[in-house]
């Protein structure tokens, strides 16, 4: 008694609110945030009450407030993350008795910037491109008032503990453990308009998470509500932020943290003195009808008016599809694929040139961001083909019907495309965030790109994914495709670095067993076959001769025509024959990859297989199913025999004419001795 009198004459001396926030290294202590001093951003405030209110009934927001200093979770930078302790009470007050939106985390990370993260669904935590990322290192206990099926909820009313991202390691319905005789589980409901306590406790020597909850003035259950084991060490970072994230969507509703406590090692968190927290307001009854009716009218009023606009919109671009843009009857089935062009030109911000990723042989290519639903967006690239190109728009279209139905992962998804008016098309495509193969390998000695090289191992998985969607595309599909234009600049890298083929607007389509009729010889100098020298048929075949092409390209790291040290243009595939009959294969390998782990032996397979491929004689190459049996070492690859040993003179014998056209052609365009082109 005498004690606490001298506290309080001493604090009130001093003139310092009642509620002390006492803040050492290892342990602290807020019974209000009046003088807390944290970082807050968001629609995070502090009330002058003291509460912390992490949003404040606006919809779409999100509120994020931290302990101003960082934590050490680690003694040293490489020893584990300790053990630690938190506590803290929060309140949610909906608008509505049974709806609210989104819910309170508790966050442990290294950074308090969370600007990239999006609101609702997210939780101000995370957005659609790094939830779940192991780059994130964040541990966190989300108390989640809706279900949502893409992070796997359980239900609208559940406490998860949270790696990375969204979807919980482990979670459980809200509520707590009797103790005692009886035993029993008691529910709570988050949204209950009242205040609840919630514990977190890391024990690091068993990896053992706990989650308590309990309601306010209820005594800390003996029971975790949730308990996962999860070693932190792999999760949080040595020094970290400790804090609260919350977010709205749709609904109105209110998050508060009334007092936190925290505590690292062997403190553990002190307990919070519930007298002393300050109040959740109070929505009385009436308040809450009046609010009701002051939100649903308006909403009400605006849902009708909205229906009516959009039934209007519907209605004129309906009639303006019909009569403005061009719609002939082959391409009813294509449908679904069709992009309004007002959309593709804001997804580019009207094609402006820095959205510009390159320039191929139809047309430009930009990249766009399209609005997938209210939280998230998806990038695409649209490929806009230019008016005075070679391709009729009915193959473009054919184009499209076969990449937006093919599905493989080693396939660039075409999502759609857009015709216009005056002819002009654009085919929108999955943005590829790694872009083309050949900027990967080349962009070392070429102008420009500074990308480190890929290693042995990223070029090799690029190999078998793109040997695994080309056999698809021969032999898997419900037709035959030929792909026509295999090359470095049409396999593009997805976020895992995955070779993805794209570019199908050479391809034709066969039905299986069908006689190919003769057609145009289409593709790229240095990738073409022999044969199309001489007929123009087309065969799963010729497409395996560009892909051996392509494998000598990525192991040697050279163009498929290429300038030696003297000036002359040399074919690859004669560069690495040679190489193989002085039995030197190794030294064709890219002299980027020595030093590196390089499996020589994977090399030297590739290597070869590439030759067999590329050879001179169609029926000599192996089909797609055979190269995947050779790549995955399921069958050994045969030796090339001593009569290949006239490999090349055997391909001058049948394509002399062909070789001629190489020649003249290198020597007209040789600075870009492989740019795509369509000739007769
Ligand atoms: N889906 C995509 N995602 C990201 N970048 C892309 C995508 N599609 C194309 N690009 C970029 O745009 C550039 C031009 O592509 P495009 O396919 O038109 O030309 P290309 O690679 O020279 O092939 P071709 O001349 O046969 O059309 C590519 O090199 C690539 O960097
Ligand atoms: C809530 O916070 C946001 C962002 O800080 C602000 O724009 C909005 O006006 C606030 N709404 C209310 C009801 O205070
Ligand atoms: C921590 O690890 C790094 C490399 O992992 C090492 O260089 C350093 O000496 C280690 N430090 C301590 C204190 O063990
Ligand atoms: C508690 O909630 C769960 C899930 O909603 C439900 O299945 C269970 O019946 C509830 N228990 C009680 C005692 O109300
Ligand atoms: C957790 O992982 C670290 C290294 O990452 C290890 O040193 C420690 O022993 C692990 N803890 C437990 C309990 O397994
Ligand atoms: C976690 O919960 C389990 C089960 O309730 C309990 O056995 C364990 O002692 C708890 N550990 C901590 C650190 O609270």
Known sequence: MFMKLICFLLLGAVGAPEHVSASTDDQFVYSSFASAGLAL????????????????????????????????????????????????????????????????????????????????????????????????????????????????????????????????????????????????????????????????????????????????????????????????????TSTAY???SSATGSFDSRHYVLGWSFGMGSSTAPAIDISKLPKLPRVTPAEARSKVLEIVLPIASAAVVLALGTAVVLFVRRRRRYTEEVREDWEMEFGPHRFPYKDLHSATQGFKSKHLLGVGGFGRVYRGVLPADCASTMDIAVKRVSHDSNQGVKEFIAEVVSLGRLQHPNLVRLLGYCRRRKGELLLVYEYMPNGSLDKHLYGGHEAGSKKAALNWAQRFQIIKGIASGLLYLHEEWEKVVIHRDIKASNVLLDDKMNGRLGDFGLARLYDHGADPQSTRVVGTIGYLAPELGRTSKANPLTDVFSFGTFLLEVTCGRRPIFQDEHGNQVMLVDWVLEHWHRESLADAVDVKLRGDDCNVREARLVLQLGLSCSHPLINARPTMRQVMHYLSNQVPLPELRSTDLSFRTLAMMHNDGFDSYIQSSCSTSSKHPHTSSVYK
Not at 120 to 131: C, F, K, M
């Open 41 to 236: 951003d968001g629609a995070a405030t502090v009330t002058p009450s003291g509460l912390l209110e992490l949003t404040n009934g606006s919809l779409q927001l999100k509120g994020h407030a931290f302990h101003p200093t960082p934590l050490r979770f680690r003694e040293s930078p490489n020893g584990t993350v300790r053990s630690f302790s938190a506590s803290f009470v929060f309140g949610i007050l909906s608008a509505y008795p049974d709806m609210s939106a989104h819910g309170i985390v508790f966050v442990v990370a290294p950074t308090t910037d969370f600007s990239a993260a999006l609101a609702s669904q997210y939780l101000g935590l995370v957005n659609v491109q790094n939830n779940g990322d192991e780059s994130n290192h964040i541990f966190a206990v989300e108390l989640d008032t809706l279900q949502q099926d893409e992070f796997r909820d359980i239900n609208d009313n559940h406490v998860g503990v949270d790696i990375n991202g969204l979807i919980s390691l482990e979670s459980s319905n809200a509520g707590y453990y009797l103790g005692g005789e009886k035993g029993g589980f008691e529910n709570l409901t988050l949204i209950s308009h009242e205040a609840m306590q919630v514990w977190v406790d890391y024990d690091a020597g068993n990896s053992r998470i706990n989650v308590t909850l309990a309601p306010l003035g209820v005594a800390k259950p003996a029971e975790a509500l949730v308990s996962a084991t999860y070693n932190l060490s792999s999760v949080i």
């Open 242 to 244: 400790v804090g609260f």
